[in-house]
């Protein structure tokens, strides 16, 4: 039988393919860089945050969790950037409203195709640039269970 993970529900969780690739200052090596979600280490590399893009402030990356593989998943693609990979209730920015990936009109279904999918935890729930979207982390509160529901970024 299939592990099929706890993101290929319509909740609202924040998963991401591993593939997916978002820019990260990376602190060993003193760079900013692109990785693979599945590649990123916390401690060493920061997310860029959109909400204090004004102050150029990335944001630690308190954990990565690996959430197994997800059936429901969305692929995004903007000119000039690789394609990032969403489950089809992860939350990101459309037109200044926070919407889930199903719900985005350039996502696209991905048919037959089970992705591997991890959690970005940072402190707050934080939107984060990946791949010119503006997506959802998951806040460490809910994470470890202390709130009922994913945060909903602020913008």
Not at 15 to 37: A, M, N, P, R
Not at 65 to 94: C, E
Request: proline share 4%; aromatic share 6%; glycine share 8%.
């Amino acid at each position: 039988m299939n592990h099929l993970s706890r993101c290929d529900n319509s909740d609202g969780s924040h998963c991401i393919g591993g593939e997916s690739l978002i820019k990260v200052y990376d602190e060993e090596i003193d760079q900013v860089v692109e990785k693979k979600v599945c590649e990123l280490v916390p401690g060493r590399h920061m997310l860029w945050s959109v909400a204090q893009s004004s102050t150029n402030q990335y944001i630690e990356l308190l954990g990565i969790q690996y959430s197994g593989r997800a059936l429901r998943v969305y692929r995004f693609q903007s000119p000039d950037h690789a394609p990032i990979l969403l489950t089809s209730g992860h939350k990101l920015l459309h037109q200044g409203k926070i919407v889930k990936a199903r719900d985005h009109p350039e996502g696209k279904r991905l048919r037959d195709r089970e992705v591997h999918v991890y959690n970005l935890i940072t402190s707050n729930g934080d939107l984060v640039l990946m791949s010119g979207f503006q997506v959802a982390t998951e806040s460490i509160d809910h994470h470890l269970g202390l709130t009922a529901h994913p945060s909903l970024p602020s913008i």
